[in-house]
């Protein structure tokens, strides 16, 4: 295992304390339970957007907290979902008085541990909301969840969300729209190696010298099959075929797209899969209104890629490009 | 060799096409000569800044075209320098009557065909001026260059360059304030891994297992010694002290810091290197007043990190925060 690591045990606290020292300006870390929060928390009278989950996808989620985007996320150990008490302390730190709202994805230990969380905080009085986001059609349940995994949509809802929530939504209203960006996100990737846990110490899975997983999970988890490495273009057609069917996208769709890299992958290579990507968008009357690409939820140094595709409405597009200040994800400011 | 590619030697070309697809709004793609140019190229009035080198970097060079940073780049074939009819033609495309600015890594190649396509350009009547980078302070002389090897402070040169050239520095002064941040840069890299030229298809180089090699150079080339892997923190040591102690950096100095991926290396791995450096620079006396982390200048696939360091005065750190808005880099718009 070759990593810029100390201490395996110690991988998220330190790299949340080299957040902490990079983005002083931007975001507080609290330790134990450890939580990465806005600066400027709490907001009076802005509802609380708060996601969290296993580490090892940077930027994913701890990346996006800030102003436009979450007012707090909590990182559990690598590929482990963050307990209970990490989104309890968080929301009490970060709330407004008006409501948290839950950015969740689909594993079966992240909804428990939210579920866990939201119903302490009811208890308590406060207002809470969840968003559930699973949106990776490669397979309909999977070795950490009930149902659909979440993955790349993630990224967007926490963009879009956190906008709304900026301007002043309120809690059910944002909720509503949570549900709505929930409902038109589709995502697939692939592998091309794996990728190691550092305190397992040994690579996830083992793929072929000529092989290739299509549909991986963002923890490694088996995806619909493997097969003989394949150039590029067909990697693209075999990920875009089962999201362009699956909600379906249709002629006169407008979307926003991510191209994402599971971690290894080069910048580069994105390109070369977006450029296939916009030739099949292209072809089926799809129109790619907006566009990420880069490294933005990741598995480690996994070699590999992941296409999201949200289908937007005026709404949706109108607070994508509200302003974002946040380490990973940042315009308009 | 695993890469999401289709043919290895369209890999550039391919490349390019995604990046035009994807960011219509900030640039454009020429092909055959190869360059990438400013949308809204040419600029009246403004010095043109232009680079370029060989691919396999990215997001440096063509990801930093844009606002307040690069008037075009031209990307050579992958760890190849670009050829003096990229940069001519590039110049003539962008130049806005009042010069060019060209910023040269220092490679054998880089130098000699900036040099050609500087030479035909001021025969035919234009000024240019150009800022040569020799920042790495690893060995002082490479594989493919006399003298130290031009790489991060790059990135900073062509951000801080950039916004001087938005703000109406004539050529001479621009050129000046270059060669204050090239002599003011230094960095150092290392590797845990090789990468592999698609081309090639087989690595650069070979590691042991447990194998790393400090002071690597960005398309692979040999650094100052293989030693077993470290610790993070005992690395970033042997790291930051030949670059502190080289120009020197002393207490009561201001710094950009950049900490960057060399493509394989994920962002939690980048803080905790990030987290060591800061600790170092804070007990020398070096005050971090802005930073980069991530992946900016890097080499294909490679894991591993380099650190650069930027003694800045009050004017590079004005023209530091001036708005940028390139596909790589952006902030304040």
Known sequence: MKKLINDPMNVVPEALEGMAKAHPDLIKVHFNPNFVYRA???RPGKVAVISGG?????????????????????PGAVFTSPTPDQMYEAAKTVHGGAG???????????????????????GEGFQVESVLIA????VESSLYSQGRRGTGTTVLAEKILGAAAERGYDLQRLAALGRRVAENGRSMGMALTSCTVPHVGKPTFELGEDEMEIGIGIHGEPGRYREPLKKADEIVERLMEPILNDLP???GDRVICMVNSMGGTPLSELYIVYRKVAEICE?????IVRNLVGAYITSLEMAGTSITLLRADDEMLELWDHPVKTPALRWGM
């Open 283 to 287: 072809k089926s009357g799809i129109q």
């Open 54 to 74: 296993g580490s090892g996808h940077e930027p994913m989620h701890v990346g996006f907290v800030g102003y436009g985007m979450l007012d707090a996320a909590c």
């Open 249 to 251: 996208f249709k002629a």
């Open 100 to 122: 948290i709202l839950m950015i969740v994805k689909n594993y079966a230990g992240d909804v428990m541990n939210f579920d866990m969380a939201a119903d302490l905080l009811r």
């Open 135 to 138: 949106d990776d059609v490669a």
């Open 40 to 42: 400027d928390a709490p």
